[in-house]
């Protein structure tokens, strides 16, 4: 083939992979935590509908392991009367790819007040061994058989931030 075709067909190639790499980075990095469980996006927030039994959700992808002294910042808000109560567990693994075993669980503060929003400050201190953790935002109905809406719980996670050591203040006007 002349070298200005092989050129041409290269660009075009490149050209129309470009868009489908960017396609797989919009996609969530969530999933249910089971089928029966239901999982939307409004926007930034997560939408989580969960079965009746035990604590359902969605959880993320694995992450790194982020330095000693990290927070997460996560906003809760529970939207249906057939949830007893929303959370979010981060779950702490001995490996970053493959199959890894999970070593701890840490659980936040619940939320159990319908119509209740709260933002809560999740420590991400790493125990010894880990190297990757989860996020997962949780659910538990007040009737084990029910089932909430598709947006029962709605979350938004923010990306870890380093700890300050200057405590946090408010200024009264």
Do not use: C, K, N
């Not at 290269?10 to 999933?31: C, E, I, K, R, W």
């Not at 939307?40 to 989580?48: E, F, I, Q, S, Y």
């Amino acid at each position: 083939m002349p070298r200005p075709i092989v050129l041409v067909v290269l660009a075009t190639l490149l050209a129309a992979s470009v868009p489908l790499v960017a396609a797989a980075d919009d996609g969530p990095p969530f999933h249910r935590t089971t089928p029966r469980g239901s999982f939307g996006r409004d926007g930034p927030a997560l939408l989580v509908g969960v079965p009746g039994g035990r604590a359902w959700g969605v959880e993320s992808e694995l992450r790194p392991a982020p330095a000693a002294g990290s927070d997460l910042w996560v906003t809760v808000e529970v939207r249906d009367p057939a949830v007893r109560e929303a959370f979010v567990r981060i779950a702490w693994y001995d490996r970053g790819t493959g199959r890894p075993r999970q070593i701890v669980i840490a659980d936040a503060r619940a939320i159990r007040v319908v119509g209740e929003t709260a933002t809560l400050e999740v420590p991400l201190d790493p125990p010894r061994g880990a190297v990757a953790y989860r996020v997962r935002v949780l659910a538990r109905l007040t009737v084990a058989s029910g089932v909430t809406s598709a947006g029962a719980v709605r979350a938004t996670i923010g990306a870890p931030v380093l700890r300050s050591d200057v405590p946090d203040t408010r200024l009264l006007p």
